[in-house]
């Protein structure tokens, strides 16, 4: 009797971890689709903010963040891209991510912010 009260209890703590956001899933993703322009550590400074007017790219440490304030918001901003949304279209959408994936994102870049 214990061991299927084990097995059951395993179960449980098993099912919400799995399904859980990952931000290390989130970081492999955030490294091929974001870290060309938000940089390998999110300060704002990949090669193309490089070419870019100093200030151009968010830092995503400190921000300041115009319409991403929240986790829901931020989700809105890589499912719609910059250019939905009023900001700089050079912010592009998380084209193909799926909500999965997009909830890992999330999960990584919140948590970068200080
Ligand atoms: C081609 C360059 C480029 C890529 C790739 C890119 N971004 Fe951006 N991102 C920008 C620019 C430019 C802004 C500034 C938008 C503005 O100020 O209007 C920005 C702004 C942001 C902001 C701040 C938005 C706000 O509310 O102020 C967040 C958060 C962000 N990006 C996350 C991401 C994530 C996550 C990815 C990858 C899925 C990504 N970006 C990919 C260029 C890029």
Do not use: W
Not at 11 to 36: E, H, M, N, V, W
């Amino acid at each position: 009797m214990h061991r299927a009260a084990t097995i059951v209890l395993a179960a449980l703590l098993f099912i919400p971890l799995t399904s859980r956001a990952d931000a290390a899933k989130g970081k492999t993703s955030y490294d091929q689709r974001c870290a060309s322009c938000h940089g390998p550590t999110g300060a704002g400074d990949g090669p193309v903010a490089a070419s870019l007017p100093p200030g151009t790219v968010r830092n995503l440490h400190t921000g300041p963040f115009k319409f991403a304030t929240d986790a829901a918001k931020l989700k809105e901003l890589l499912q719609k891209g910059g250019a939905a949304l009023g900001l700089n279209p050079l912010m592009p959408p998380a084209a193909g991510a799926s909500d999965e994936e997009l909830g890992h994102l999330v999960e990584y870049v919140m948590s970068l912010r200080k």
